[in-house]
Structures are given as C-alpha cells and as structure tokens.
C-alpha cells in the first residue's frame, strides 16, 4: 500500500513550457486534491475531485487544468509555466468529506 | 466563501511548557475541522479531526483540541511540549463537499 505517490520530486521549467504533474492513490479514495503550498502561505486548494469524472476549481485554479479519468489518478497540468507558479504542490486524498486527507510527498517546481 | 485564520505565525517554546494554537474559521454551516502536523522532511499528516460529537477531540501524541461552535473556533492544545514537537502545524476546514480551505500554518520550534 504505497498511499499517494507523486512524480516528479523536483522540475524546473522555463517560461512558457509545459508539463504534468502526475499522482496516483491506491486506497480506493473517492476524494482527491492538489493545493500549492508557497513560503509562509499555507496551503492553497487549486482544484478537487470528488469521484472519476468530476472536477471543481478550488481558490486558485487560473493556470492549471486537471482531468479524472479514473478513481486513482488525478494529474495536475501546467499548460504555460509563469514564474508565479513556482511553489511545491502537494495532491492528497480522501475517503470522504469527514474524513483525513492523505498527502503525497510533493513535487518542488521552479520556473525560470 | 470559507477562510481559516491560524493567529500566530511562529511560536518558539522551551520543552515542558504549554501550548496553544488558534484557528479560527468563517463559515456559517456544518464544518469538519482537523489539525495537521508537517514535521521537518516530512509530509502533512493527521493530529486530530472533529466533525460531530464532544467538542473536546484527542488526536497523537498528547494534542488535543476544543470546538467552540459560539467563536467559530478550533484550538489547538498540548500541556508539555517536547523538542520532537517541533514542526509546523495547520489548521482546516471542510465546509461544502471536497472544497478544503487550510490556514496558513504556525511553525513551533521548542528548545530543549
């Protein structure tokens, strides 16, 4: 039982690139997240998922898209990386709204 | 919308002594509240949650925390605080379904 993986641990992008920040749960949650954590800021909800197929904008979606084709994958897509979206991204799961998120070990992104 | 406000930012205390966090939320129906802890290299984890019940909830290692539904308030406590307790703590909030709003966290550093 891994929990919440996350891919890749560190990326630089420059301006202008693209990439996929990819996670995977095997806990069989229906809930899945991705915040963005920056210096001193917290955690900040990007977007959420609350079963396959359905997604919803969190505080801070502008920049990013998701996609959840299927209850264990919940990848989180930077279509033109700005140097605003530097920061570490955290996806997390959950079996339900009542219940504790799961973190993944988070992805340190800096864009050049 | 939903906001968390965690009122200290950095709390530096000597082992043995007392401890409380704020957390105060905004949100005017029912909410289920958690505390976590991120230790240093580590992911986010569960200290405690509450979402129905006694309003006095024990999580891990010795924290403990009272919902006061009158002051929209979630407290953080632990009598003796240890040098291992030192991390940064956060407080959240789930109001309606999948939309999770998280304060911006409170770093505890204890000197032994």
């Known amino acids: 039982n891994a929990g919440v993986t996350q891919t890749p641990k560190f990326r630089i992008l420059k301006i202008g690139q693209s990439m996929t920040l990819q996670c995977t749960q095997d806990m069989n949650h229906n809930y899945m997240y991705w915040y963005r954590q920056d210096p001193g800021m917290g955690l900040k909800l990007i977007y959420y998922?609350?079963?396959?197929?359905?997604?919803d904008k969190g505080e801070v979606p502008n920049g990013y898209n998701v996609s959840r084709s299927t209850t264990e994958d919940f990848p989180l897509r930077l279509e033109l990386a700005a140097p605003s979206q530097t920061s570490v991204y955290f996806c997390?799961?959950?079996?339900?709204?009542?219940?504790?998120?799961?973190f993944g070990p988070g992805t340190r992104l800096t864009v050049l | 919308a939903q906001s968390v406000s965690q009122h200290n930012h950095h709390v530096i205390l000597s082992e043995a002594a007392s401890l409380e966090l704020g957390c105060n939320y905004s949100?005017?129906?029912?909410?289920?509240l958690f505390w976590y802890v991120q230790y240093p290299g580590q992911h986010l984890q569960l200290l405690l949650k509450?979402?129905?019940?006694?309003?006095l909830v024990k999580g891990i290692k010795g924290f403990e925390a009272e919902f006061i539904k009158s002051k929209f308030s979630f407290n953080l406590r632990k009598p003796s605080v240890q040098w291992s307790d030192t991390a940064e703590y956060f407080c959240?909030?789930?109001?309606?379904?999948?939309?999770?709003?998280f304060g911006d966290g409170t770093t505890l550093t204890v000197k032994p």
């Open positions: 997390a799961s959950s079996y339900s709204n009542h219940n504790e998120q799961f």
């Open positions: 998922s609350v079963g396959a197929g359905i997604t």
């Open positions: 509450y979402f129905s019940g006694d309003p």
């Open positions: 949100y005017g129906g029912t909410v289920n």
């Open positions: 959240a909030v789930n109001a309606k379904a999948g939309k999770s709003t």
